[in-house]
């Protein structure tokens, strides 16, 4: 686990295969993501690393990697856990939008999927995970870092990216990456396309995207990036 200050109090931390994003303010933390269930000691230490105590937790969206660790964090973290409602709904796995064995099975056939696929296996791909406390963002959202919900549906439904005004640094989850295992570019770029749960709204979010004023990007995988939320899915969509 690598922990980067990206932007004043903005903490990216690169786990192995997914990252996760650290607000601070004052001696307050809000959390967004938290990897795979194997990422939980990292996710640990990188909250240790920053200093401070954890007050919230924030879900991009639910899957796996992106909630994996929270029912081990949870267990000694009393904090509330706030995504977009539909996405709560998704994180208590009131219903699945998530690739599985099926889709993974269709690219094991290509020799760059197969350490990513060791990967899943060891970090925890496969666990039942759910969040039950998870819940729709009170009105006002006050939690450290004061982010701001930027609603990009498409990847799953109710996925969410937050943005950070003071830092112009925008969270965006899966819906706009800049790496992933299976792909061997680095920069702005679509996650292939099985993982979204709804590719032509995965597409609408780049709209959204593209339209928010921020200078660094921190995706749910890949490298962080330095440059405008615009020009950075425009150098998506020039792939
Ligand atoms: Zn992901």
Do not use: C
């Not at 295969?17 to 303010?25: P, Q, S």
């Not at 959390?31 to 991009?60: C, F, H, K, N, Q």
């Not at 996650?191 to 709804?198: G, V, W």
């Not at 660094?216 to 998506?236: E, F, K, R, Y």
């Amino acid at each position: 686990m690598r922990l980067t200050e990206v932007a004043p109090q903005v903490y990216a931390a690169t786990g192995r295969a997914v990252n996760w994003t650290i607000l601070k303010d004052g001696d307050d933390l809000t959390l967004i993501d938290a990897g795979y269930p194997g990422d939980l000691a990292d996710v640990r230490t990188s909250l240790a690393e920053v200093g401070g105590r954890l007050r919230a937790v924030l879900v991009t969206h639910a899957h796996v990697d992106h909630i994996g660790g929270l029912p081990g964090l949870l267990a000694t973290y009393d904090v509330p856990v706030y995504t977009s409602a539909r996405e709560a709904a998704h994180a208590r796995r009131e219903f699945l939008e998530q690739a599985g064995p099926t889709d993974v099975a269709r690219i094991a056939w290509r020799p760059r999927s197969w350490p990513w696929i060791r990967h899943l296996l060891t970090a925890g791909a496969l666990d039942d995970v759910s969040v039950p406390r998870a819940e729709a963002f009170p009105e006002p959202l006050e939690v450290p870092g004061r982010p701001v919900p930027v609603a990009t549906p498409g990847h799953t439904s109710g996925h969410t990216a937050y943005l950070l005004p003071g830092a112009k640094a925008l969270v965006t989850g899966d819906a706009l990456v800049t790496g992933h295992p299976l792909s061997g570019d680095v920069g702005p770029q679509r996650i292939a396309s099985f993982f979204h749960h709804d590719v032509a709204v995965a597409e609408q979010a780049l709209d959204i995207l593209a339209e928010v004023d921020a200078t660094v990007i921190l995706p749910g995988h890949g490298p962080v990036h330095h440059g405008s939320a615009a020009a950075a899915v425009a150098a998506a969509r020039a792939r």
